[in-house]
């Protein structure tokens, strides 16, 4: 029998004795034990902090992007291994698939983000702030990474992916993290865990994993630390007021199960795509990972006119619906994770049938295919029916943690929002309807009291994520019951784990400090021209004032024929009456364009191409007979990795384009992006 171990300070141990036996939901057969009694948390905090948490510190967020990237391509080519252990949770082939290339998606995405970061360990957030006068003393903020630790107390139900979608995100910050998966689905994180720490990919300290009941994991928390929760609200809760978190003021993340709604619209009627599409997703929601999701549906909203054909469609499909071991063909449901959590549905069950009625389902499931059903952990799919929701309420403070929804009537759409409301905060609700119209009066009605809304039709059915599955690039939680808690959500994730900070000075010193330039800072000529300089030589400030150039009639027409743009203002100077305009106005891209052909050094150099431009403004009306001048300066540097052995090493570039008039006022402001090869190329 084998002792699935943590990995602590360094090493793999055992904690004492025995905490858990772990089993087999499909057969029962005993996998394994495991336990963390004894483990010395105070140290395997101070090992990460000192140890994973300097490391990262010290990348770059396009290092760490990169570093995600590479981890998740070498997870993916082991996932053959995963779906396997997986297997052993009950689980079939698409809930493994949600689970373990759910999470390593979150790599990805989460590598991805690099792009929207500066190439510096910290963050600058937002933009300066004048605070003086004369402009020589400003205000900014940057944010940087805590020098803590995330600790993660994850569910049972996802064993992968609970912990790839919230490391990615710390690890991404630059904090490293201490996992503690479910006892009772350990094993599979553990099988991954120990790849992770083979491939070397991370930093030593980033990652350290508990297996087992984890007592005394925030007894040495502090304010630098951030504190995740998956799983029941009532535990969250326990854990969320406990004295260490209060008195340090710790960040805690609480994201618990919750009452998901689905509703019809009331346009979504029978023969129409949307209701067929409501039928089909619904009873996907109650049966995939045998409804043990956090996001799972657990109240169908309908109209009250078309509750006998929604309850008729929805019992036909889980009729279908083949329970046993996913090894077997044709299964399409698997087991609970464990049999105590038939347990726990069978009570939750009981008691919700004392106010409404089952209309499928039983709680004496008799037989399944290819296991035997006294051994494993199989419950079948219940669908209750509740007519009078706004009176039965206990639908709407129970949740039975697995396959199992409740299907009840609603008069108006007003009716169905605040039936959605009753549930006092979810994860998740959705609206399948043709109307758009209905479907914003249901979001903008809803949406206090949950942290997503999907809003399906035919038109995005096709490529839909679906109800239940919680996007990377979008913020999962949820108000009240949920937790009250926020994560994910791209950038804003990786955010949680940073602290920001006011920082106020010269602009100079604000430049060098957040090595972005600012308005009013020191601004040394370029010599020679930056077009001539590689990406290493360039620095943050430098500056190329260019000849100037006298703006005429012949100008606005040349570049009139040449654009098609003949709007009246830069055209026809008798239609000025009521305008802002003195008389015609030059073409703001006439001036952008006149100013590239200024700041440009047209020989072949180090940079390789302009390939966009961001924040263009048109500040000053430019009429003929103005002079303007640019000045040209080296904004921001982000570094940019190969793409292949071939590939040509550069960088990329922002420059200021601050074009000015004779009065030295500023007329246009733009930002260009170039990339500009490295130094390590002939």
Wanted: proline residues 4%; negative net charge; aromatic residues 8%.
């Amino acid at each position: 029998m084998r002792r699935y171990q943590s990995y602590i300070e360094g090493q793999w141990i055992d904690g004492a004795g025995t905490e858990t036996k772990l089993y087999n939901a499909i057969n029962g057969d005993l996998i394994g034990e495991t336990s963390s009694e004894g483990f010395d948390y105070q140290r395997a905090m101070e090992y990460a902090t000192k140890n994973g948490g300097r490391a990262l510190r010290k990348m770059t967020f396009q290092e760490r992007g990169r570093m995600l990237k590479a981890l998740a391509l070498f997870l993916m080519e082991r996932k053959a291994k995963y779906y396997e252990v997986s297997a052993w949770t009950g689980a079939t082939k698409v809930d493994s698939w949600i689970d373990i290339e759910g999470g390593i998606g979150n790599l990805f995405a989460n590598a991805s983000l690099r792009r929207q970061f500066p190439d510096l360990p910290y963050y600058v957030d937002g933009v300066a702030a004048p605070l003086s006068k004369n402009g020589t003393f400003i205000g900014h903020h940057i944010m940087v990474p805590k020098e803590g630790v995330a600790v993660h107390i994850n569910a049972f139900n996802f064993p992968i992916w609970g912990m790839l979608e919230k490391i990615a995100v710390n690890l991404m910050a630059g904090v490293p993290a201490i996992v503690k998966p479910s006892e009772y689905t350990c094993y599979l994180t553990e099988v991954m865990v120990r790849d992770i720490i083979d491939s070397k990919i991370l930093p030593e300290g980033s990652l350290q994993l508990v297996c087992g009941l984890g007592r005394g994991i925030l007894d040495h928390v502090s304010c630098q630390d951030v504190v995740t929760f998956t799983g029941s609200a009532a535990t969250g809760k326990k854990l969320k007021s406990l004295p260490r978190i209060v008195d340090e003021s710790v960040m805690f993340n609480l994201e618990a199960d919750s009452l998901n709604a689905s509703i019809l619209g009331k346009h979504a009627v029978p023969g129409t795509a949307e209701f067929d599409l409501f039928i089909k997703e619904t009873t996907k929601e109650i049966t995939v990972k045998a409804g043990q999701k956090c996001t799972a549906v657990r109240r169908i909203i309908v109209p009250e006119d078309l509750i006998d054909e929604v309850q008729k469609g929805i019992a036909a499909r889980l009729a279908t619906t083949t329970i046993g071991d996913p090894s077997v063909e044709g299964v399409r449901m698997g087991a609970l994770a464990t049999r105590t959590q038939v347990d726990r549905v069978r009570e939750n069950v009981q008691l919700l049938a004392k106010s409404q009625d089952i209309v499928f389902g039983d709680l004496e499931l008799s037989e399944v295919m290819g296991a035997d059903v006294n051994k494993g952990a199989f419950f079948s799919p219940i669908l209750f029916r509740n007519n009078d929701p706004f009176n039965k309420t206990d639908v709407h403070d129970i949740e039975a943690f697995g396959p199992v929804s409740t299907i009840m009537p609603y008069k108006d759409i007003d009716d169905a929002i605040e039936l959605a409301k009753m549930g006092k905060g979810s994860l998740v609700s959705s609206i399948v309807t043709p109307d758009n119209k209905e479907a914003r009066e249901f979001v903008v009605g809803a949406a206090s009291m949950h942290g997503r809304i999907l809003v399906l039709n035919e038109q995005c059915a096709k490529e839909s994520t679906g109800h239940g599955s919680p996007m990377p690039l979008l913020t999962h939680g949820g108000p009240g019951r949920a937790g009250g808690g926020e994560e994910m959500g791209g950038k804003r994730g990786v955010l949680h784990y940073l602290q920001r900070t006011a920082i106020q000075g010269h602009p100079t010193t604000i430049t060098e400090i957040t090595q972005q330039f600012q308005v009013g800072a020191e601004m040394p000529e370029a010599n020679p021209h930056v077009f001539r300089k590689h990406f290493e030589e360039l620095v943050v400030g430098e500056t190329v004032f260019t000849h100037k150039h006298t703006v005429s009639d012949a100008d606005i027409v040349n570049f009139a024929n040449v654009s098609g743009d003949n709007f009246y203002a830069h055209m026809d100077a008798t239609s000025l009456d009521g305008t802002i305009f003195e008389q015609r106005v030059a073409h703001g891209y006439f001036i952008l364009s006149k100013a590239a052909g200024l700041f440009v050094d047209p020989k072949k150099g180090p940079v390789l191409l302009n390939y966009g431009i961001d924040e263009a403004r048109f500040t000053k009306p430019v009429y003929p007979g103005a002079t303007i001048g640019v000045r040209f300066t080296v904004k921001e540097k982000i570094d940019q990795e190969k793409r292949s052995e071939d590939d040509i090493a550069k960088g990329i570039v922002k420059f200021l384009v601050d074009v000015y008039d004779e009065t030295g006022e500023t007329v246009a402001l733009a930002t260009i992006l170039t990339m500009v090869r490295k130094l390590d190329q002939n």
